[in-house]
């Protein structure tokens, strides 16, 4: 971490920087330049926040060198994590495509959606039945009766279960049902529901706030590892910015660059990023094309009576068109659709 | 509403959107253009989402003619609400400044600091006691012990308390020590908190989401209002933009845009939404300037050793050079600020 | 153009809407619903700007139902426009792959550049005489010395010229050596500018603002349209956005957005839109796969001592291994690479 | 300028790095330290692009310590710079408010504006004559002519006069008739442009680009004052955010950063920044008092009827009652308002 002092720093205000660094555990490396004076400070800063030095009078700016994460930075750890998941893993050669309705609205719903993205090639299933609605007005979810219907069709297909997790309280319902929680953009920084997370052992899959940078999904992520759960998955669904033509903005650079910064699985949902039908599948191929390790997608038999998102869900005969060509740009990048074989058969999961 | 259908959009998917319209509990007005065909769906719709017809066939996209909220919309009430709060109010003729630090951090620190910005001016007291922080490994506050000092320092200098809650499960504790709940920007769409929020009788501060659109806010604020509390004040505390001067970017055109579209009081947090002491004092008399209803300002008694925000906090001097020059604005725009007087007499608050 | 009323708006305001309306040669579709009334202007509105209407009194809100643009669109023009560039078309069955320094430095630099982009499979060559650059103090491009190399460098090698024209006092200048006039971000609503080059019969490619919306680029499009200049392609290069980890962030979803609006070929830069050579790659693969039309790609003998834009830049040993990718994405997506036979033969372009 | 290195640079790296540096005249001051190293580059850097050592090999990234601006920066020049202006001065204790239509669109519609806004506390006249329009069918303002009409008003009321310049082909004939070049939002970066009008001695009032930093604004300030033009005037004027529910953003943080980095006067323009007359009053106070110097408003005496930007126009009467208020805040501020006082008496402007 570098502090960068003002022109006009007085030597004692160096000085008393010095201090606060060394009381922070941290060796210090005095650069007097013509410029400006720069204080190193050396060690362990990954868990040092900046403001410590902030509001020292003389500060003009602290910079940091190294990442402000370490559980989930690729330094820590380069080689990739690859996550185990009903049959197939997430984040090595077989690229993961999980689809299903926004909400899970009835049984024969969302058994019926279960059979037909299996057939088209998904390999997990998603569907909501806590759902995170702008208004209070709009259908919130059929809550542990959804559940209910996911583990018959989950049963019924073999395919391991995504759902997303709104609070603290729902963990212990939740984690008895699915294979994997979703954390929705809007809680991505909810920090009692990451840590409340990181002491389960099921599987995650972190979704990037609305506004949030990529350094702030991961440290999102590293509330989630330091609580010793490992099991995360990271997922890009567009960035709000001032286009108004797509409901969202797909941050396709965020792959490439969470590649590269972390050993987490990324995941792309084409759905959320575009939020219309039409453009779903474009996005999906560019997204393999990048080098995503998966896509998320919202699939439901009757997009025009779907009760939420219905403007943005494939039928289930495009979406697998779309699994057709995901499965050839796959293949261009040395990689292949993983699949489901045979039953369900449950990771040890559940807490810690 | 109105639902605009695609230019080749055919009579059966007309009729069949006529037919969802109806369904919905909703009148029918045709208007079959040249240009297109335009089906206004005339009744109650503030509480009918727009993607029940988004997803139909044929259709182009849909258009809102009145807002997605009712009970924090102007037009159904068109008075200011005036909010009681300990021997003052907010929303009427009184300029409320809330002051105090970022943290608790120790007993005497915040009672240092509450005896000191109210000696400046300042209504209401401010102090974190659950921090919301990007980094698993930051100060993450002093949870209920933090709240017996904030207690503490209240029966000293008669200020209500200001602090922010995190989750639904805080609710029970939060009400029983504070004056005003606070919802910080990360959860102001997390809506199960909204709800629990909305079933106590405890004011509220709720922060606008650093992306968040006006609209989301307001939305946001019904949820709390439909629980049946009206006590719900709302802060704009700087937006998410490309510029990196400062920390977030005020947007001050919300103070007069909330003003027009809501009855609800308008608080702005320059802290925040500039992210640097020097700034603070410029933003918050171009607040009181356009019309906000009162201010949110953090002031440590030495930011130099403050545990977070040190760089945003005001010294107590600095802090009261600003209350006399808010009072000069107050006064040109008709308006004086809010004092305490005399001891701390609580509001009837807590659950409904 | 739908022209929605306040609520309280009284008969005579809607009367003077309605004569406004008549004035500018539209017709009146005139709907009193009982949330609002709404005056519908029927008639050719593309060129009817919607401030007309917005500032007289007892109007809400003006709301396009058809685009502010025709000749660039795609409803008026439907067949993809292809256009043809020395041997191979832009827009067609072909990916065009156009590569080159960011600036001309010297005749070697870039004829050496020109030779190895063309070896690697690129079928144009870029490269920057004028330099729009952010600071008065840094390298402003070689002028039409530079020009003169490119010259050079496309007799040797038949791959056509794309620079960049920063003024309208550089047209006849740049006509004379250019193949495709390219025009920069910060360009794109020059209106001079573009009015200048609708004027000329040479290839346009027009890169879209920083933060230029889908509509604006294509607004932008048809001023050249307008001038009877038909040779335009798109470039998407990035928008700002509040993420940091990246130059730009690349809008892929502008790819299957602009194909759907606009019969014109769509080109991308990703370069630019992420800033990093070590990125190219990656969101060129998915600019293919999400049906771009083609690439503009940033090589340089020896990035490390380009005179601008070095970090962005490739050498051209992974240029070539990334147009491999490329070509095996356009395979997929049932197209092929373009490719420069024999002889330069210039179009027959310049002056209307 | 600090140079990062990557943490695997190797020393042969770090090396070329240094020789880079002394090569462009940078004294070396190395710092080995544990995390990285670190080289810097000490010297006059502001005219030395970051970009000359981010293409290097094992560079993690470059970090400036001083500001790549120097004639346009307080460091350079303490004193905040006062501009001469017909009999008044800005910058200085006087603030400024500059009002008239968006266009002029006649003889009578300009002169009845200039006596009104005389009349109402403005002291400079606004009225574009050529104007820049998303759309190539919209109006585009009325030439020269417009010129002859604003010369006219001028004489009438001897208020001098500010008019948008667009292209480096107008500058002579805009220098015979404005006392003000204005530069727009979208020509912020029109780099030809500043240049040309750098060698002028005509006063400029410089517009934000919708997107750029305020850093980028600065830059651009520097290309007019490297010319020798010291007569810059910089103007906020809302930037692009996602926020739907005003025309653009006003980013009032900008007038105390602006004041803080830079001695050139700072202007907001409240009718652009919100787009909407309702909240033009209340933007226009926060700037006073925030700090701003100064204001230009769109006024015209018939919004509903004004070719362009009505909706954001104020009356002649509204805006009389806003320049009373501001009176009173410039006032607090230990400020007053501008007037004119007599003839006209032109400044020593022109060609250098």
Redesign the interface.
Known sequence: ??I?MK?NATPQQVE?VIERVKSAGL?V?L?Q????T?I?A??E?????T??F????GVETV?R??Q??KLASR?FHPEDSVLPLNGFTVGGDEIVVIAGPCSVESRSQIIETAIAVKEAGAAALRGGVFK????????QGLGEEGLEHLAEARAQTGLPIVAEI????QVELMVKYVDVLQIGA??M???????AIGETRTSVLLKRG??A????LL?SA??IL?GGNQQVMLCERG????????RN?????????LK??THLPVILDPSH??GHA??VA??A???????ADGLIIEVHPD????L????Q?LKPEKFAAMVK?IG??AQ?MGRRLATVQGEYAPLKQGWA
Chains 1, 2, 3, 4 share one sequence.
Not at 189 to 195: A, Y
Not at 303 to 306: D, F, N, S
């Open positions: 971490m570098m960068i022109a008393a060796n490396h650069s330049g013509v410029e400006a720069i190193g050396i060690g800063t990954h868990n040092i926040p403001d410590l902030e509001g020292l009078e910079q060198i190294t402000p994460y330094q995170p609605r702008t208004s209070p007005y709009s259908f709104m609070s603290q309280v809007r809680n920084q909810n920090f009692n529901l990451l840590r609305l506004s940078t990529i350094e702030e440290m590293e509330y330091a960035i709000r910015t001032f286009e108004t033509s797509t903005t797909t941050d396709i650079n965020a792959i490439p660059v590269n910064l990023s575009t039409d453009y474009a996005v191929r560019a997204a393999i094309a990048a080098g997009p025009a009576h779907a939420s998102d219905g403007k869900s060509q050839q740009i261009i």
